[in-house]
């Protein structure tokens, strides 16, 4: 089954305390990103990927890092989280193809930073 | 910048009746434009695009037109459904060469009642 995956669906933590948020798709795509959903704001992208080792900032990127060693793959770390990062993160990926730019999400991660 | 307006919700509908989320768009030439639905608990699922003007999207029965004139893409259906509750997103997708950069609506939730 196509999809995205992203590990954990739930995460409570304290500030400070190093984090990592997996996703995974099978897919094969070459575009990936990260979210953040919150209330009244929408989604907002923190990195996007084009492809193994290649990637950028999106709007909201401070405090975050992001990696792309493997197609497959985009960890979200979060190297020092705190409470403002309390949000709903999610993972998306797209193929490269210009007549469509379809994202395929993941379920969510819900984090919570106190 | 490229933004994307929607219309504020919540919108509470009863069952069988027509519905029309707004949405309108800035953005420099021609972008695809998408919608977007979440489900209660879920990541988002592509619901319908339109890639050019005058380009009609459908899908279970919604439809969107994209109006370069009016830089719209309201979000219809002519009979909602309680199964059709969720939360939707308008976004758009910049036509320029490389990584599309996907800008969300801040998302209309809909509640439909028997």
């Known amino acids: 089954e196509a999809q995205v995956t992203q590990n954990p669906r739930y995460l409570i933590t304290v500030t400070g305390k190093k984090l990592t948020v997996t996703c995974s798709q099978n897919?094969?795509?070459?575009?990936m990103s990260w979210y953040r959903q919150d209330p009244g704001l929408g989604l907002r992208q923190i990195y996007y990927?084009?492809?193994?080792?290649?990637?950028d900032k999106g709007d909201v990127p401070e405090g975050y890092k992001v990696s792309r060693k493997e197609k497959r793959n985009f960890p979200l770390i979060l190297e020092s989280p705190s409470p403002n990062q309390t949000s709903l993160y999610f993972c998306?990926?797209?193929?490269?193809?210009?007549?469509?730019?379809?994202?395929?999400f993941g379920p969510g991660t819900r984090l919570t930073v106190t | 910048g490229n933004s994307v307006t929607q219309m504020e919700g919540p919108v509470t509908l009863s069952e069988e009746a027509f519905l029309t989320i707004n949405c309108t768009y800035t953005a420099t030439g021609y972008p695809s434009l998408f919608w977007y639905v979440q489900y209660p608990g879920e990541g988002l699922q592509l619901l319908l695009k339109?890639?050019?003007?005058?380009d009609k999207g459908s899908n279970k029965g919604f439809e969107a037109t994209y109006r370069k004139e009016t830089t719209s893409f309201h979000l219809e259906k002519g009979s909602v459904q309680v199964s059709d509750s969720a939360v939707y997103f308008c976004a758009l997708s910049p036509f320029s060469g490389g990584y599309q950069k996907v800008t969300f609506g801040t998302g209309t939730k809909l509640q439909v009642i028997p």
């Open positions: 990927s084009m492809n193994v080792e290649v990637t």
């Open positions: 897919m094969n795509h070459e575009y």
């Open positions: 998306a990926s797209s193929p490269r193809d210009r007549s469509s730019y379809e994202q395929y």
């Open positions: 339109a890639t050019k003007a005058d």
